[in-house]
């Protein structure tokens, strides 16, 4: 399970154009536009819908030529600009975050959390300081201690990403809420639902002084398998440690009706406002309604803690 989800996930990435197709600039034929299974002994993907210049939060794949995931490894990364040379411009080390995949089956009688096996990525914090064609070195040391031939490849750097990123306002939706809809499950796919994280709109939340995070999750319907779990360790958890201080949404990225009726995707209107191309996001939002801290796909508690306690002062 976890190697097709990595495959979904990378396909991922021929849509947003991120495995560059660009021309080779002078001396920049070592980093190739698209990794090789076999020419080399690990594949790096870029999970991330986007990249953009300033801060990102680099998603990263890492699977060995036996198609499984590389896990539990030591990751260091080098970045050079491709615009016209080679020049190493950063390096940063990736910490691998792992994830129990599972969904809600709501065809069961009783809706259930159905486990669907593991997965993880590696996740390293880097600021790009113009658009273009990147090169990548990933140096990779696994857990038993053996170095991995070290993989370079390219990508592209966008002006700006869909999503909000670092620092800009955030879109003051207005989803629907408790207070529009029949009952919660018109509006939330969790098992059981969360309705504490359903009785306020995002324009509402951003009008109050506290930090918000938002959550775009279907727990239900989520390809990658990702979202449910993204609740339950990331969002209910600091839910408990924080309701008090900052405001916590859950928002489902598309219309459950059209998805019960037909899975069809059929974003709602927050999720086109945001500029989600995928689930799950969970973005923290300052008191000055801009954002603080931006996380797609697998997702540590302690990356959006700490951002949190920073936006709390």
Known sequence: MAGRTLRFLVSLLAVAGLIAAGACGSGAEEFPRVVTLGKGEVFPAIV?????????????????????????????????DLNGGTEEKFSADARFVPIELSYIDE?????????????????????????????????VTTADGRQLEEAPFRFNVLEDSSEPGIGDEAPGSVQPTLATVGSVEEIDSSYPARPHMHDITIAEALERDKPVVVAFATPAYCRTRMCAPVMDTIMDPLYERYHDRATFIHVEPYVLRDL??????????????????????????????????????????????????????
């Open 48 to 80: 991330n819908d986007s990249v953009a210049v300033g801060e990102n939060r680099m998603v990263l794949s890492l699977t060995g030529v036996d198609d499984e995931l590389v896990r539990d490894a030591d990751v260091s990364l080098r970045f050079f």
């Open 107 to 139: 065809q069961a009688p009783e809706p259930e959390p159905t486990q669907a096996g593991t997965s993880g990525v590696y996740v390293a914090n880097v600021t790009f300081d113009r658009a273009g064609e990147w090169g990548l070195k990933a140096a």
């Open 260 to 313: 019960r009726a037909g899975f069809v995707q059929n974003p709602v209107p927050a999720t086109r406002e945001w500029g989600i191309q995928s689930e799950p996001w969970v973005f923290v939002v300052g008191r000055d309604g801009r954002i603080a801290g931006k996380y797609q796909g697998p997702i540590a508690l302690d990356e959006v803690e700490s951002v949190l306690q920073g936006a709390l002062g």
